[in-house]
């Protein structure tokens, strides 16, 4: 269980000007269930899945993974951010187990090719990431994520560059993963489809300073067909709840 | 058509890569069209000059005919003079190599990777990169004496600084968004430097090695016209002194033939750790760098 204790996270620009990216924020994310985060730009969906991932620190407040304080990146929180992030300079097998550096060799390239055929990119083990598409970069950046076995899974926009039959692919895939792995998805997304298709409950945030605005929940079976009349009545809601703010 | 076969040629060595071998790169080593095409002006030129004096266009008090240059360089060669020469030459800009390029990488280290450091050493370092290089020469002679120290003094100097700022740069340039992955994946410090910081710098810091290694034969040059006994500069004002021309047309091209081999040689040895760079020099199998 990943808890959220009255957040706040200010930033003081160069100029002196305080932002309060995150004010008063609670929210308990229980284990095994895929939330979403939409907002406005800016509202700070980023800023509070970085302090999820330990990367930044709360100016007040706190996260605690099952009793223990978050307070820098650990093994059991995974990130896939925005854009790939792959270092250009390793293979597809070595940039996933740049993850489990730390990991006996045998284990290590064991567990790098079970995950790369999980993603099915077993056949692109050796490529360098300029030979990738988009898609499968980003896939790469999953597989990398998992190979350390998280049991939180932390997604910032991660299918946001894509087009929207590589998406719905990977978001399919994501859903088989997390099915297969029972890790905890927090997903910060942009696309209301996305988070209404995929999520247990969605969290709508409004910004200056960033709040939770309202919390939906989503009962309905996965998978859920996109076009259904359940899924398109929700993302109206949560369109016009976006436009409310 | 030139540009057709330029095309064609591109796409053959770009489907190399996407099988992926090391191998089929190497077959750039060998001699291929592009580089036999790089023969053709300096050929040319040679046969210009051969009708030039042939014709009696040239005066051979200036400008000897290519057999009697090459007969010189033969000759010398054969006294085991020359050999000489070029150890004593090579042997100054390598050590003015090493010791220039060891400077700058620990203060492009120094000052890339701390702040602090940065704020304390960069501006004194830019300052005296101000200096024209050559302007150091009264001064080293009168601290280091004319002979060695001197001029590995002043080639360590030119090589000094295309090094450092190639390095400095490369370190502050390197993609903060890649430092954060390393620090997700709980990387260490060290394997921070060995995984991200190294592979993302290497390609500027053999730019600047490169580019100090050429400045190194430019300051070599300086170095022993000021006053040498021994090297292929000193065969050069040897060659003016004593009135024979096809000596320095000689050094001349001794030196760029060897600047060539030096900087190929270089590039040879940092070619496999660049393989994975994704430019237009690696869509031509790194021909043009070479
Ligand atoms: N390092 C920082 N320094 C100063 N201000 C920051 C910093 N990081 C974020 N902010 C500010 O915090 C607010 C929230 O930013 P955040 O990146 O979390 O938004 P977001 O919801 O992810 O937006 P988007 O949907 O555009 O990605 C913004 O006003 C932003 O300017
Ligand atoms: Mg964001």
Redesign the interface.
């Known amino acids: 269980m990943l808890e959220i204790q009255d957040i706040c996270r200010r930033f003081t620009t160069p100029d002196g000007a305080v932002v309060r990216a995150l004010e008063d924020v609670s929210l308990t994310i229980r284990e095994h269930e895929i939330i979403s985060l939409v907002g406005t730009s800016g509202c700070g969906k980023s800023t509070l899945l970085r302090l999820l991932?330990g990367?930044d620190h709360p100016t007040e407040g706190l996260v605690q993974l099952d009793g223990r304080t978050v307070d820098k990146?650990?093994?059991e929180i995974g990130?896939v951010?925005q854009?790939p992030?792959l270092?250009?300079?390793?293979t597809v097998t070595d940039n996933v187990g740049?993850?489990l550096?730390?990991t006996p060799k045998t284990e290590k390239a064991e567990r790098v090719a079970a995950v790369l055929e999980k993603v099915g990119l077993t056949k692109f083990a050796?490529?360098?990431p300029?030979?990738l598409s988009g898609g499968m970069a980003q896939r790469v950046a999953i597989a990398?994520a998992l190979v350390?076995r998280p049991s939180i899974l932390l997604m910032d926009e991660p299918f946001s560059a894509l087009d929207s039959f590589t998406k719905q692919t990977l978001q399919d895939h994501v859903l088989d993963l997390w099915r297969d792995e029972s890790f905890t998805v927090v997903l910060v997304t942009h696309d209301l489809e996305e988070a209404v298709t995929l999520s247990d409950r969605v969290v709508v945030m409004r910004g200056n300073p960033g709040r939770i605005d309202r919390v939906v929940e989503i009962d309905s079976k996965r998978p859920r067909d996109r076009t259904s009349d359940a899924v398109q009545s929700l993302k109206r809601d949560l369109t016009a709840a976006l436009h409310l703010n | 058509m030139a540009v057709l076969d330029d095309i064609k040629e591109t796409i053959g060595l770009r489907s190399d890569h996407t099988t992926g071998g090391a191998a089929s790169r190497g077959s750039s080593l060998l001699p291929g069209r592009g580089t036999l095409l790089g023969f053709a002006l300096p050929l040319g030129l040679v046969a210009l000059w051969q009708v030039a004096s042939a014709t009696g266009f040239a005066d051979p008090q200036l400008l000897p005919a290519p057999g009697e240059v090459l007969g010189e360089i033969v000759a010398l060669w054969q006294s085991g003079d020359l050999v000489e020469h070029i150890a004593v030459t090579m042997g100054r800009v390598a050590g003015g190599f090493l010791w220039g390029a060891v400077a700058a990488t620990v203060l492009g280290i120094l000052t890339g990777t701390s702040t602090w450091a940065r704020q304390f050493l960069d501006p004194t370092i830019q300052a005296l990169k101000a200096v024209p290089s050559l302007a150091w020469v009264p001064l080293f002679i009168l601290w280091f004496g004319i002979f060695e120290d001197s001029k590995l003094m002043l080639i360590a100097v030119g090589v000094f600084f295309p090094v450092y700022l190639n390095l400095m740069t490369a370190i502050r340039d390197v993609d903060r968004k890649l430092i954060e992955l390393a620090r997700v994946n709980g990387l260490s410090r060290w394997q921070t430097v060995r995984w991200v910081l190294l592979p993302a710098t290497l390609p500027a810091y053999v730019t600047g090695l490169r580019g100090g290694l050429a400045l190194g034969w430019m300051f070599v040059v300086a170095a022993e016209l000021m006053g040498a006994s021994e090297g292929l500069g000193f065969l050069m004002i040897d060659g003016q002194m004593t009135g024979r021309p096809a000596i320095i047309i000689g050094a001349l091209i001794l030196f760029a033939i060897a600047g060539q081999i030096t900087d190929k040689l270089l590039w040879l040895a940092t070619r496999k750790p660049l393989a994975w760079q994704d430019t237009l020099d690696s869509l031509e199998g790194g021909r043009n760098n070479a």
């Open positions: 991932s990367l990146p650990s093994p990130m951010f854009e992030r270092l250009p300079w390793l740049v993850a550096l730390d050796d490529a360098l300029r030979q990398r350390r």
